[in-house]
C-alpha cells in the first residue's frame, strides 16, 4: 500500500510540471489537465499492484505492477525536477543529474511490464522450467540496458547541451537485441 501511495504523491506532485516551464498562455496547450490525462492510466498499474499484492503478497503480479508503477511515477518527477532546475538555475541541485536519471530509468518498467508481467502471469510462476533462461536473460538484459543507456556517449538531448554520459556509441548493440530474440524463439518452439 505505501508504494501506491507513493506513486500517487508523485503523480500529484509532478502534474502541475515545473512552473517556470509552462508556456505563456494556456492557449493551445492541455496545461496541467492534460497532464492529468497522460499520467492517469498509468496509475492503474500501482493500484492493481496494491489490490493484488494486498491480497496475495505471495504473488509477484502485483508486486511488479507496483514497481512499474512507482518507477513510471518518479520517471515523470526526475523530468519535472530537472526541467525546473535548467529553467531557473541555482535554484535547486543537481537538474541535469535528475534529467539524466529519466533517460534510463524507463527500461526496468517496461521489461518488468514486458517481460516478466507476461511470462508470470496468472499465478505468478512459469509455465515451465524451460522458461527459466529466458527470464535470467531478460533480467539481464534488462539490468545491462540500463547500464549501457546510461554510460551511452554523448549530450543528454534537450538539456541545452549538458554532457553527462561517456563511453562508447550504443554499447549493447544489435547484438544484443538479437540474441535475446533467438533466446525468446527457442524458448517457445515446441519439444517433442
Keep these: 500500500m505505501a508504494m501506491f501511495l507513493a506513486s500517487v504523491a508523485l503523480t ?7 512552473p517556470a516551464t509552462r508556456p505563456p ?3 493551445g496547450t492541455a496545461g496541467p489537465i492534460g ?3 497522460i499520467f492517469l492510466p498509468f496509475l492503474a498499474f500501482p ?3 496494491a489490490l493484488i499484492a494486498s491480497k496475495r503478497p505471495q ?3 502485483g508486486w511488479i505492477c507496483l ?3 512507482f518507477l513510471w511515477m518518479l520517471i515523470v518527477l526526475s523530468d519535472s525536477y530537472g526541467t525546473y532546475g535548467l529553467a531557473n ?5 543537481y537538474p541535469v543529474a535528475s534529467e539524466a536519471l529519466g533517460l534510463w530509468l524507463w527500461v526496468p518498467p ?5 517481460i516478466y508481467l507476461i511470462l508470470l502471469f496468472p499465478n505468478g510462476r512459469l509455465p515451465s522450467r524451460r522458461w527459466r533462461p529466458l527470464a535470467w536473460l531478460s533480467g539481464a538484459v534488462i539490468v545491462l540496458g540500463s547500464v549501457g543507456i546510461a554510460l551511452a556517449p554523448g549530450s543528454v538531448e534537450d538539456l541545452g547541451g549538458y554532457a553527462t554520459r561517456s563511453g562508447s556509441r550504443e554499447p549493447l548493440g544489435w547484438r544484443m537485441r538479437q540474441s535475446s530474440c533467438h533466446c525468446c524463439l527457442y524458448a517457445s518452439s515446441p519439444r517433442r
Excluded at 12 to 18: N, R, T
Excluded at 89 to 93: A, D, H, M, R, T
Excluded at 110 to 114: A, E, F, K, T, Y
Design 47 to 49: 493500484l492493481v499492484g
Design 89 to 93: 538555475p541555482g535554484s535547486i541541485p
Design 67 to 69: 514497481t512499474a508503477g
Design 12 to 18: 500529484i506532485m509532478s502534474v502541475d510540471g515545473a
Design 25 to 27: 498562455s494556456t492557449w
Design 35 to 37: 497532464g492529468l490525462v
Design 59 to 61: 504473488n509477484p503480479i
Design 110 to 114: 517496461v521489461g518488468l511490464l514486458g
